[in-house]
Nanobody, 127 residues
Framework: QVQLVESGGGSVQAGGSLRLSCAASGYTYSTFHMGWFRQAPGKEREGVAA????????YYADSVKGRFTISQDNAKNTLYLQMNSLKPEDTAMYYC????????????????????WGQGTQVTVSS
């Protein structure tokens, strides 16, 4: 089992920045990929960014490329999402996820590929 706890959400104005954190515990050595997803009211959950825990290879959704950066601190078992130049359309609940199997690059933004989920942290961006 892997437990994930997100933090760092909040309310910011458009153009601002936030850094989300995801603390992992349990059998973290079993994870291959970790990712960030988001879900806005009335919309489906979408993949935002993902990282291969063994080598740092990253994936980003087109909507966040150049603005968001995913990173990890293996010593702290913590995943981060640095979000810059935030837009109102980034408003959503953000979830951390982990997989225990290898995910092909094209599927790293697909929620069904992930096995463990956190409870989420809310990000609200006002115009």
């Amino acid at each position: 089992q892997v437990q994930l706890v997100e933090s760092g959400g909040g309310s910011v104005q458009a153009g601002g920045s936030l850094r989300l954190s995801c603390a992992a515990s349990g059998y973290t050595y079993s994870t291959f990929h970790m990712g960030w997803f988001r879900q806005a009211p009335g919309k489906e959950r979408e993949g935002v960014a993902a990282i291969y825990t063994g080598g740092g290879s990253t994936y980003y959704a087109d909507s966040v490329k150049g603005r968001f950066t995913i990173s990890q601190d293996n010593a702290k078992n913590t995943l981060y999402l640095q979000m810059n130049s935030l837009k109102p359309e980034d408003t959503a609940m953000y979830y951390c996820a982990a997989s225990v199997g290898w995910i092909a690059y094209a599927r790293r933004g697909v929620q069904t590929e992930y096995d463990y989920w956190g409870q989420g942290t809310q990000v609200t961006v006002s115009s």
